[in-house]
């Protein structure tokens, strides 16, 4: 008999066995690799690379966000149980240029006595909880992703996401909601992603399921 289903160490870097039983390099819990004072992510939070940076001595936090340095104004927030996808890119608000001149050009970045501290924008992007970020996406500065979202690969996302609403296309708009208002309510009270990790490996049936109801008879 086949031992009872356990979530993943949380610890772990490398989540995913293979079926030889070696883990899956292009595969991270994003948490145990990320070291970035800008850079927030939760429990259980993945990203998938077929080149994944490690394997040439690179930084997961510079693949996914390029423009976010450690001395940036915004914060990049990613909630727990997301999953990015090969090619997605948070294009944080450091790369963004002020429009309200004549002229975008950035002279004050080559004015070593005024850059510092300069910033025309300073928008944080915040990911929700359980979001699927689909191959190729893009996030763009100031984004807010609700929790259970989907967005569609090659989506160019900005402005704010409702809860569980699917996203597709550039700029990316809701082609619909994945559930009616009040199972989207019920599953933002649940929340289910903050439970206990035996409590969630037993509602996997729920959660595959799309069971709200054996989901709600789990709960705390």
């Not at 993945?46 to 997961?60: E, I, V």
């Amino acid at each position: 008999m086949p031992a009872p289903f356990a979530l993943p160490d949380a610890s772990l870097t490398h989540p995913i066995t293979l079926p030889d039983g070696t883990p899956h390099a292009g595969t991270v819990y994003l948490k145990n690799v990320i070291d970035h004072p800008r850079f927030d992510v939760g429990a259980y939070s993945y990203a998938s690379d077929f080149d994944p940076p490690a394997l040439w001595g690179g930084d997961w936090a510079v693949r996914l966000a390029p423009y976010l340095f450690a001395f940036s104004q915004e914060h990049l927030r990613i909630g727990r149980f997301c999953q990015i996808a090969h090619g997605v890119r948070f294009i944080g608000s450091s790369a963004n240029h002020a429009m309200d001149g004549l002229s975008t050009f950035p002279f004050t970045v080559f004015d070593p006595a005024a850059m510092t501290g300069y910033q025309p924008d300073s928008r944080d992007m915040v990911i929700g909880h359980d979001v699927w970020l689909g191959y190729g996406a893009l996030v763009l500065p100031g984004a807010r992703i609700g929790n259970g979202v989907i967005v569609g690969a090659g989506s160019v996302v900005r402005g704010t996401v409702p809860d569980y609403a699917v996203v597709t296309g550039n700029p990316a708009r809701v082609v619909r909601l994945r559930y009616t208002p009040q199972e989207i309510e019920t599953l933002n009270r649940l929340a289910w992603w903050h439970w206990e990790p035996e409590r969630i490996a037993r509602a996997r049936p729920a959660l595959e399921g799309g069971d709200l109801r054996a989901l709600a008879a789990l709960a705390p």
